[in-house]
Nanobody, 115 residues
Framework: QVQFVESGGGLVQAGGSLRLSCVAS????????VGWYRQVPGKQRELVAT???????IYTSSVKGRFTISRDNAKNTVYLQMNSLKPEDTAVYYC?????????WGQGTQDTVSS
């Protein structure tokens, strides 16, 4: 079965950095585009960044220039380096394939940015 396990979240001040990791299992990771999504209470889950199986990244405009997505196919892992964090980046962050092919969401990792 498909599983995603996210880690690396925490509490930081505005302007700080966090690095998220997500390990995938149950899929042939290397052939899939994967993405980082985030959700705040009362809002729909938002796609933040994706990286194709060839390594090409795409970012939503609100994080462009601040976040960097990368992947290590040997470790079935996708990363999200988040710099210059803002309070509006506060959310639970999830990873999944992009587009989402399975409803097997992980528990996510909570990132809280204080002002």
């Amino acid at each position: 079965q498909v599983q995603f396990v996210e880690s690396g979240g925490g509490l930081v001040q505005a302007g700080g950095s966090l690095r998220l990791s997500c390990v995938a299992s149950g899929i042939t990771f290397a052939i899939h585009a994967v993405g980082w999504y985030r959700q705040v209470p009362g809002k729909q889950r938002e796609l933040v960044a994706t990286i194709g199986n060839g390594g090409y990244p795409i970012y939503t405009s609100s994080v462009k220039g601040r976040f960097t997505i990368s992947r290590d196919n040997a470790k079935n892992t996708v990363y999200l380096q988040m710099n210059s964090l803002k309070p509006e980046d506060t959310a639970v962050y999830y990873c999944n394939t992009a587009p989402v092919a399975s409803d097997s969401w992980g528990q996510g990792t909570q990132d809280t940015v204080s002002s």
